[in-house]
């Protein structure tokens, strides 16, 4: 019986092991993912991390497919096999969907920072808040990450948001940044900008420019790359090291990558970003095209949704913007209440097999906003 082997349980993972269970036809399906849950990311700026875990059982089990629990060591292209905590197994797709990491500095103390990249760092930070006020919290990254946790901290007392670019949200574009001024101005966020982190001392936080800020907690927000596994597969790779993949997500011959380590096209002018936004499209693609490679069945091309974002900006409310030139549509109350719709939307159904194997056939799903 011919086997398709995922690498990832994010949401890159989950939905292209959920897109080959639809067309399956026979074939055995694998998701190796070294933890139990699958966990929402986007969702590990918020207070309480659990939130963003969701069993991987809850949604492979029913579908009929296999979670091996397993950190995935190397790939061999050639053999097809791919080799996890000491044991060997082969395929005949792959689909690569191992995510994307924080690229952690190399400075004095960099043992003492947070981050809340990984639910068990959002989880170290919830404990080391439990219960505190009037603390003061320097962020580290003042991109789409470090926006949203310096937000929810300044419930806490007074953050600092730290970035190395003269602009807050160098990468959100120009669009955004005067409501995201505004919000910062409302919640008493202050900026640091053209500046870094140097040096953690304890109960310190030493910058670039020899400032030294007391502080009870510093996170870091700042840089992502793809996962190192991609470095193991032939193809070409962006400056993220992400792969690059056709439009039916193919890195080459049995292989092929969604969600952060896929550098697929948008359009014309764009690649996809870092985002559930993106991954989720792309793993319903890979996984119906792994799976249809195998049974003589059609293909289909990468198809998303318009591209929109929403920032969440704690008490200050949201951002949201749509295209990629980042047009403000909803700022405040209205912009908060489409991200908390997001927010629960990007969760898998888990009560009904019929719907979620309907919506691994629906890659394109717009925001209705």
Known sequence: MSHVVIVGGGFAGVWAAVAAARVRGGLRITLIAPGDDMVLRPRLYEPDPERAALPLRAVLAPIGVRHLRATVEAID???????????????????????????????????????????????????????????????????????????????????????????????????????????????????????????????????????????????????????????????????????EVDARMRVTGDVFAAGDVAAARFDAEHRVVQSCQHATPMGKTAGHNAAADLLGLPPIDFDPAPYVTDLDLGAAGAVYTRGWEREVAFTGARAKEIKRWIMERIHPPVDDVRRLLALAGQVNLPVPF
């Not at 103390?109 to 809340?116: K, M, N, P, Y």
């Not at 007392?157 to 955004?176: F, M, N, S, T, Y």
């Not at 953690?200 to 502080?215: F, H, K, N, P, Q």
Request: hydrophobic share 45%.
């Open 77 to 243: 292209v050639e053999a097809r096999v791919v080799h996890a905590d000491g044991a060997a197994l082969g395929y005949d797709r792959l689909v690569l969907a191992a995510g994307s990491r924080l690229v952690r500095p190399e400075l004095p103390g960099a043992r003492r920072l947070f981050d809340v990249d990984t639910i068990e760092g959002a989880r170290r930070l919830a404990a080391h808040l439990k219960g505190r006020r009037d603390v003061t919290s320097v962020v580290v990254g003042a991109g789409f990450t470090g926006l949203e946790i310096a937000a929810e901290l300044a419930a806490r007392g007074r953050v600092v948001l730290v970035e190395q670019a003269e602009v807050i949200g160098p990468d959100l574009g120009p669009g955004p940044r005067p409501a995201i001024e505004q919000s910062l101005d409302d919640l008493g966020v202050e900026r640091r900008l053209r500046t870094t982190l140097a040096a953690v001392e304890d109960g310190v936080a030493v910058l670039s420019d020899g400032t030294r800020i007391t502080s009870d907690t510093v996170v870091w927000a700042a840089g992502m790359r793809a996962s190192s596994l991609t470095a193991q597969i032939p193809g070409r790779r962006d400056a993220l090291g992400r792969l």
